[in-house]
């Protein structure tokens, strides 16, 4: 059974940086589109980034758009989020998640069905 295990929140400072890593288990990573989604308490769980299988296609919310960069490396079986000029807004928990049947990129959260435990990342101001 393929799962995702995401690792790298902690406590940051507003301004600095910090990369999240997402390695998944199982042979067919590389047939998946990722993504990267999330959630503070009391709001829905909301979208980040998303690229599709062989790393093109990318897309980011306009809040993360051109502070954070979404990455893979399919032979490691793993995705990355590079998160610059973090503002105390993004404090969150974030979670990595893959369309197991399909290869396409999307903002969708229901179009993903395999999940994460995700990673809390803390932005202090």
């Known amino acids: 059974q393929v799962q995702l295990v995401e690792s790298g929140g902690r406590l940051v400072q507003a301004g600095g940086s910090l990369r999240l890593s997402c390695v998944a288990s199982g042979r067919t990573f590389s047939t998946y589109a990722m993504g990267w989604f999330r959630q503070t308490p009391g709001k829905e769980r909301e979208f980040v980034a998303t690229m599709n299988w062989n790393g093109g296609n990318t897309y980011y919310a306009d809040s993360v758009k051109g502070r954070f960069t979404i990455s893979r490396d399919n032979a490691k079986k793993t995705v990355s989020l590079q998160m610059n000029s973090l503002k105390p807004e993004d404090t969150a928990v974030y979670y990595c998640?893959?369309?197991?049947?399909?290869?396409?990129?999307?903002?969708?959260?229901?179009?993903?069905?395999?999940w994460g435990q995700g990673t809390q990342v803390t932005v202090s101001s």
């Open positions: 998640a893959a369309r197991t049947g399909s290869r396409l990129s999307s903002r969708k959260l229901p179009e993903y069905d395999l």
